[in-house]
């Protein structure tokens, strides 16, 4: 009996165990990233989405309007940046499409 309650438990702690509450649709590197986009922000009004983008899954780490001079970073699912959009000179592009007119919206994967 004691080694069926153990091994419960064991097995209860176990599913529980993630690495950040973001779920499990995402690239470990993409959980990781998010972990210290969230863990270092200045400001309440961050968010991570992802999009369809040139025929893949990109994420947007959108932290623009906790200062107007902030680029939200464009990674791939590998981790891989593939462009920054915002900042004060108010990048549109990546890739030499403009991003929001050529990407669609999937979800918003976390928001503070």
């Known amino acids: 009996m004691k080694y069926s309650i153990l091994l419960f438990t064991a ?9 950040s509450d973001i779920g499990n649709d995402v690239q470990d590197c993409i959980d990781t990233r998010i972990i210290t986009f969230k863990d270092n922000l200045i400001c309440d009004k961050a968010l991570v989405k992802q999009y369809l983008f040139q025929g893949q899954t990109v994420f947007v780490f959108d932290n623009q309007e906790c200062c107007c001079d902030h680029f939200s970073e464009v990674m791939d699912v590998d981790c891989n940046l593939i462009g920054n959009l915002g900042g004060f000179a108010g990048l549109t592009k990546i890739s030499g499409l403009d991003f929001y007119t050529n990407a669609k919206l999937i979800k918003i994967v976390w928001k503070k």
């Open 11 to 19: 097995l209860l702690l176990t599913m529980n165990c993630s690495k």
